[in-house]
C-alpha cells in the first residue's frame, strides 16, 4: 500500500501569511494526487486535483505542485476563512489512502 | 445539484453488522466510481471503499477486507456498505462521496453529510 507523510501537522500562521504543505507519497504516484480542505463539523472540501489543477470554484490563492512522490499545497495569503484541516490523498491505486492531516492555526 | 444522503449507522455491539446506504441524485449516478471514507472521532480520513462505475474494480482498505462489501444500485441510484464483525476500532462518521472524474476512480467530489457508525456493547 501506498504510504503518505504529511508535514508539518500543526502550523501557526497569520492572516496574509504564505503558508506551505507538504506530502510525501511512500512510491510515485505520478500526478495521482489531490488536496482537501476540513473545517470543523463540515464534510472535507476537495481543492486541488490532478497534483496541480484547481477545483471550480476555489481561490486562486490555494495551488498544488509536485509529481511522483513530493507534492506541496501552498495558500498565498492566508484568509480567516483559510483556517482548517488540510488532507492529501493518493489515487494512483487501490487502497487510496489520506495523509494524516495538517491543522492550520491562527497565530 | 449533487446530493449524497447517507443513512444506516446506529449504535451496534461489536460482532454484529450494519448496513449502510447513500442515496445519489442530482448527476448520472452509473457514470461515476463511488466511494466510502470514515473519520473517526477527532482522527484523520481514512478511505474505507471504493466501487467503479459498473462494479468492475472494487477496492477496500486493509483494515476492513474480508469484513466489508461495497455495493452499489444504479437503478436505484444507490450505494451500500455492508459491514460484518463490526469492532469498536470501526466507530467513525461514514461519509459518501462521488468520484470527481468521469468513468474513473480518483478524488471526491462532493461528499455527503455521513452517518455514524458507534459500535460498543
Known amino acids: 500500500d501506498i504510504q503518505m507523510t504529511q508535514s508539518p501537522s500543526s502550523v501557526s500562521a497569520s492572516v496574509g501569511d504564505r503558508v506551505t504543505i507538504t506530502c510525501r507519497a511512500s512510491q510515485g504516484i505520478s500526478s495521482w494526487l489531490a488536496w482537501y480542505q476540513q473545517k470543523p463539523g463540515k464534510a472535507p472540501k476537495l481543492l486541488i486535483y490532478a497534483a496541480s489543477s484547481l477545483q471550480s470554484g476555489v481561490p486562486s490563492r490555494f495551488s498544488g505542485s509536485g509529481s511522483g512522490t513530493d507534492f506541496t499545497l501552498t495558500i498565498s495569503s492566508l484568509q480567516p476563512e483559510d483556517f482548517a484541516t488540510y488532507y492529501c490523498?493518493?489515487?494512483?491505486?487501490?487502497?487510496?489512502?489520506f495523509g494524516q492531516g495538517t491543522k492550520l492555526e491562527i497565530k | 445539484e449533487v446530493q449524497l444522503v447517507e443513512s444506516g449507522g446506529g449504535l451496534v455491539q461489536p460482532g454484529r453488522s450494519l448496513r449502510l446506504s447513500c442515496a445519489a441524485s442530482g448527476f448520472t449516478f452509473d457514470d461515476y466510481a463511488m466511494h466510502w471514507v470514515r473519520q473517526a472521532p477527532g482522527k484523520g480520513l481514512e478511505w474505507v471503499s471504493g466501487?467503479?462505475?459498473?462494479?468492475?474494480?472494487?477496492g477496500y482498505a486493509d483494515s476492513v477486507k474480508g469484513r466489508f462489501t461495497i455495493s452499489r444500485d444504479n437503478a436505484k441510484n444507490s450505494l451500500y456498505l455492508q459491514m460484518n464483525s463490526l469492532r469498536a476500532e470501526d466507530t467513525a462518521l461514514y461519509y459518501c462521496?462521488?468520484?470527481?472524474?468521469?468513468?474513473?476512480?480518483?478524488?471526491?467530489?462532493?461528499w455527503g453529510q455521513g452517518t455514524l457508525v458507534t459500535v460498543s456493547s
Open positions: 466501487i467503479s462505475w459498473n462494479s468492475g474494480s472494487i
Open positions: 462521496a462521488k468520484d470527481a472524474q468521469w468513468l474513473a476512480t480518483s478524488w471526491f467530489d462532493p
Open positions: 490523498q493518493q489515487a494512483n491505486s487501490f487502497p487510496f489512502t
